[in-house]
């Protein structure tokens, strides 16, 4: 007797692919677009956005940072607007797309050892970077680095930066106003577990080092000052007696401490300082600066992202089991007696953090942070605008069933001070479908929109964003 046939089980449908997760299936160009207000004659350059956007169905369960990498754009000049959106044409989106099909699966399911670069699929859907004239698209778990063109955000090929890196190259690397450097980590499920290195100005890799770890870590950040960069070893890792099996799945240790390693931004790897802390989890810093002795480091900090239970007073939204309740933090290490004092500075849940990077590394008074909205799936209702020398705070919200995403700090063409610039980000209105382009005056964030920019099609809700100002474009539109 043959045994029964199972039964075909299609996974429930995510969330995150529906209402202002919606991917869009257009690539388009589209100029002189409808203005709400008056867009700034000072405002010049392009304002870029990654983010998932499945080309074709998921195969298997779907995560949000499963997606296909579509970066999107809206490029001011002199008063005028264009959108763009392009896929990022990387090597495992081609094949898909040369089968008809989705051909890996995500993070959800188990993972694939055999697949050549690593078990899952390098999307470079996660961030963006401008850096020696390139533009480049990168992925959460480290991969290949994108470069696309501008304005057309046409991927141009991969960058190899003059010397093959030993891993890849994962996003959030940090650009160094001052003297142009790219400060880069790398992390895998395999030894070495953490790289880290330097790129020059010119674009050429001049350092890289392994960086010894227990075992196989989730690494999503770093921060830079101007002398050290600060490494993250946090207790939210992959589980290791899963990892012995050939599968993956993140567990939090609440129990062991939360490690910052500081390194001379050029040090061998025996350089580097652990300092430790209370359990947490971050994904994203703001900014890091050398004040006397101490290292001084801002960023989003989660107690416990794998809660076993829903929180009982508030609504807090997941990423499948991943609790996102972060709130502004700052932490201080003193380089001379080791100690460590750390302390909330906010009880407003916010995340996707940014600043003005133009003063990266050193000390810097304003940060800009997405406001996240009491809902089951990551939105940001809102925006924060954050004086971490006054203590104060003012915000802005987009309305009701409006939802923005990460903003990037414009600086005013002959800007003369930190918040002498704007705001931009990607705006969905839940209600009508339609996306907007939004630009906040940066000096005066409460009194709310400068200029709306109304776009030819909604913008999924995203990830990370770039400022590219008008100077530093190679290309005229």
Known sequence: MEPAAQPIVTPPRSPYLDGPYTPVEREITASDLPVIGELPRDLAGMYVRNGANPRFAPKGRYHWFDGDGMVHGLHFDNGRATYRNRYVQTAALNEETAAGHALSTGIMEAPDFRRPGGPFKDTANTDLVFHAGRLMALWWLGGACHQLSLPALETLGVVDFGSPLKKGLAA?????????????????????????????????????????????????????????????????????????????????????????????????ADSIRWFEAS???????????????????????????????????????????????????????????????ERKL????????????????????????????????????????????????????????????????APRVGAKGEDDGYLVTFVHDRASGRGEVVVLDARDVASGPVARVVLPQQVPIGYHSWWVPAAQMAVPE
Request: with cysteine.
């Open 172 to 268: 959030h690397p940090k650009v160094d106003p001052i003297t142009g450097e790219l400060m880069f980590f790398d992390y895998a499920l395999t030894p070495p577990y953490l790289t880290y290195g330097v790129i020059s100005a010119s674009g050429q890799l001049v350092h890289q080092v392994p960086i010894d770890l227990p075992g196989a870590r989730l690494q999503h950040d770093i921060a830079i000052t101007a002398k050290h960069t600060i490494l993250l070893d946090l207790p939210l890792m992959w589980d290791p007696a899963m990892l012995a099996r050939g599968k993956t799945r993140v567990r939090f240790y609440p129990d062991l401490p939360s490690r910052f390693g500081i390194i001379p931004r050029h040090g061998a």
């Open 346 to 409: 906010d009880d407003v849940m916010t995340e996707f953090p940014r600043m003005n990077n133009e003063v990266l590394g050193r000390p810097s008074r304003y940060s800009y942070n997405p406001r996240v909205a009491p809902a089951a799936t990551l939105l940001y209702d809102g925006v924060i605008k954050y004086d971490t020398v006054a203590g104060t705070s003012v915000q802005h919200t987009y309305g009701a069933s409006r939802y923005g995403g990460e903003v990037a700090f």
């Open 279 to 341: 359990a947490c989890y971050m994904y994203h810093t703001i900014n890091a600066w050398e004040e006397g002795d101490e290292v001084v480091l801002l960023g989003c900090r989660i107690e416990h992202p794998l809660p076993e239970s829903p929180h009982a007073s508030k609504v807090v939204p997941r990423l499948d089991a991943l609790a996102l309740e972060p709130y502004l933090h700052e932490w201080r290490f003193n380089l001379v007696t080791g100690a460590v004092r």
